[in-house]
T-cell receptor, first 112, second 114 residues
Framework: GENVEQHPSTLSVQEGDSAVIKCTYSDSASNYFPWYKQELGKGPQLIIDIRSNVGEKKDQRIAVTLNKTAKHFSLHITETQPEDSAVYFCAASSRTGNQFYFGTGTSLTVIP | GAVVSQHPSWVICKSGTSVKIECRSLDFQATTMFWYRQFPKQSLMLMATSNEGSKATYEQGVEKDKFLINHASLTLSTLTVTSAHPEDSSFYIC??????????FGQGTRLTVV
């Protein structure tokens, strides 16, 4: 099955700086890669996603890049704010779609 | 966007009792729903796939008699933790597919077995 690895496990940045989280996956058939933000005691919230036919996608301060050849994708958050502090999970779709394999999570802390 | 509602958000039960968790897709139909389990500071692990009108598919190592899943309608799936024990305490999250690739998640249920 799919194996998704995520780094780093914890990340602290100063407010206003950028944060980068990286993930790798093993199954070349995966074609959809969402990123989720999870706040304490809540379910994951989709923040951005990318499909395999796209190399980069941006939504305001958040961007995601995908390298299908190398099987890795990254989340970039610019101009970080304290409210960005949360646990972020990357995921890769299964061969059948809709079902995801999650990375191990990155706890992001933005220091005011 | 599409909304998936999960109920209850938290529950405390005594060891040996059963607990039912509901997952509803509020503004779209879902013939399939997924149930995940998350231990503190860990990732989400897929437990089972719920299928409307047929049996659920369980991931390896998940006890189907312990975690009963019923997909009663196109908008409702339930997970029942039977004869709960303290080691079943966890955060349970459901998701419903939306479109070909996407999925939306419920807000999760914190189960504590005492």
């Amino acid at each position: 099955g799919e194996n998704v690895e995520q780094h780093p496990s914890t990340l602290s940045v100063q407010e206003g700086d950028s944060a980068v989280i990286k993930c790798t996956y093993s199954d070349s058939a995966s074609n959809y890669f969402p990123w989720y933000k999870q706040e304490l005691g809540k379910g994951p919230q989709l923040i951005i996603d990318i499909r395999s036919n796209v190399g980069e996608k941006k939504d305001q301060r958040i961007a995601v890049t995908l390298n299908k050849t190398a099987k890795h994708f990254s989340l970039h958050i610019t101009e970080t704010q304290p409210e960005d502090s949360a646990v972020y999970f990357c995921a890769a779709s299964s061969r059948t779609g809709n079902q995801f394999y999650f990375g191990t999570g990155t706890s992001l802390t933005v220091i005011p | 966007g599409a909304v998936v509602s999960q109920h209850p958000s938290w529950v405390i039960c005594k060891s040996g009792t059963s607990v039912k968790i509901e997952c509803r897709s509020l503004d779209f139909q879902a013939t399939t729903m997924f149930w995940y389990r998350q231990f503190p500071k860990q990732s989400l692990m897929l437990m089972a796939t719920s299928n409307e009108g047929s049996k659920a598919t369980y991931e390896q190592g998940v006890e189907k008699d312990k975690f009963l899943i019923n997909h009663a309608s196109l908008t409702l799936s339930t997970l029942t933790v039977t004869s709960a024990h303290p080691e079943d305490s966890s955060f349970y999250i459901c998701s419903a597919p939306f479109g070909i690739l996407e999925a939306f998640f419920g807000q999760g249920t914190r189960l504590t077995v005492v």
